[in-house]
Each structure stands twice: as structure tokens, then as C-alpha cells.
């Protein structure tokens, strides 16, 4: 489906304007951060790294993580959920055993570390709520 560019309006442009430059601003970020790491890596490593490398290295984390939400939206919507959770980053991590395995041992001690008062309970049905096998209940009219 292609977009007439006239047809569209103001309010449109802005927005996706807006929209491209918080996205070149988290990019930019997150570059600086990726940057910060390698370079503190290598330092405590006594290796060197060549600053486009990183820049590459950067890059490409950016996008893997710019996919890895998307994937993340999709299982939670999948699940019929609105917001994403824990199961869903550990499913998205099915192809590195290793890293499912920290990221399930991860939640474990999330879940240990939580109150207990927090946690979800399963609802358990009462016993006035369950019907007589075999029975059909009928409104009143």
C-alpha cells in the first residue's frame, strides 16, 4: 500500500517526524552506552578495540534489540496480554540455551526475592460456585 505524500496530513508529518528523532536520539544513546562498555571491557581485558568496530558492534546490537521487542510485543499479544513478561524474554532466548537457562535461574530469584503477598494466586473455584455433576442449573424467568 503506497502513501500519496500530499494526501497526508500536517499532523502526520509531525508525528512521524517526532517519532524519527526520538528514535535517532535512543540510537544515539544507546551507541554511547555500547561504546562506554567495550571500551571499559577492553581496558580491564588489557586488549584494545578500534572505535569503528564498536560503532559497528553498536549498530548491530541496536537493531537486534529493535527486533527483539517487536518479537517480545508479538508473544505477548500472542498470550492474549497487553504488557510483556518475564516467560516471553525467556522464550525469546529458545535458540542460546545458555542464555535461557541465566535468564530462567534469573527469574527464579526475582520470584524467591518477592513477598509473598505479592504473587499472584490461582483462583481456586469454592465449592458453592461448583455445580452438581450432572446438573443443569436454570435461571429463574
Known amino acids: 500500500m503506497e502513501v500519496d505524500e500530499h494526501n497526508r496530513s500536517d499532523f ?3 508525528e512521524e517526524e517526532e ?11 544507546f551507541r554511547l552506552s555500547a561504546i562506554s562498555i567495550a571500551e571499559s571491557e577492553a581496558k580491564r581485558s588489557g586488549m584494545e578495540i578500534s572505535p569503528p568496530i564498536v560503532a559497528c558492534i ?5 537493531k537486534y534489540i529493535g527486533q527483539l521487542a517487536k518479537d517480545l510485543e508479538l508473544f505477548a499479544h500472542h498470550a492474549g496480554r497487553k504488557s510483556v513478561t ?12 545458555h542464555l535461557a537457562a541465566s535468564l530462567r535461574s534469573y527469574s527464579d530469584e526475582l520470584k524467591a526475592k518477592e ?26 424467568l
Open 58 to 62: 553498536a549498530d548491530l546490537a541496536f
Open 19 to 29: 517519532d524519527d528523532s526520538v528514535s535517532d536520539i535512543l540510537r544515539d544513546r
Open 86 to 97: 518475564m516467560t516471553d524474554v525467556i522464550v525469546s532466548a529458545h535458540r542460546n540455551e
Open 115 to 140: 513477598p509473598q503477598s505479592d504473587r499472584k494466586r490461582k483462583k481456586v473455584p469454592r465449592k458453592e460456585d461448583k455445580g452438581i455433576d450432572g446438573m443443569v442449573n436454570i435461571p429463574d
Open 12 to 14: 502526520e508529518k509531525e
